[in-house]
């Protein structure tokens, strides 16, 4: 069992950075594949970012390919997404997320344990 927690998220201009944390609790957070999706207001829950249970292969979604980093510090059970170069369409709820499966997980359906959720804001 994996309980996720996410913080960081806030309300950032336009141009800004922000950097999502995602704490895990449990031993067994070194094995899991970890994602980042997100959802906006009306629209279906997508994915951002995805790192592999070891740090060393990441994937990301065209849109924040360049501008978001995805890492992780396995002894500190935590997973971060460091976002640069906001845009108003960045905003939305941001999950976390942990996948038992090898590799990077782009699909929601890989993924066992999600977060409940940080709100990102960016204004024009």
């Not at 067994?28 to 829950?45: D, L, N, P």
């Not at 997508?46 to 978001?68: H, K, L, M, P």
């Amino acid at each position: 069992q994996v309980q996720l927690v996410e913080s960081g998220g806030g309300l950032v201009q336009a141009g800004g950075s922000l950097r999502l944390s995602c704490a895990a609790s449990g031993r067994t957070f070194s094995t899991y594949a970890m994602g980042w999706f997100r959802q906006a207001a009306g629209k279906e829950r997508e994915f951002v970012a995805a790192i592999s249970w070891n740090g060393i292969s990441t994937y990301y979604a065209d849109s924040v390919q360049g501008r978001f980093t995805i890492s992780r510090d396995n002894a500190k059970n935590t997973v971060y997404l460091q976002m640069n170069s906001l845009k108003p369409e960045d905003t939305a709820v941001y999950f976390c997320a942990a996948s038992n499966l090898y590799g990077t997980r782009w699909s929601e359906y890989d993924y066992r344990y999600w977060g409940q959720g940080t709100q990102v804001t960016v204004s024009s």
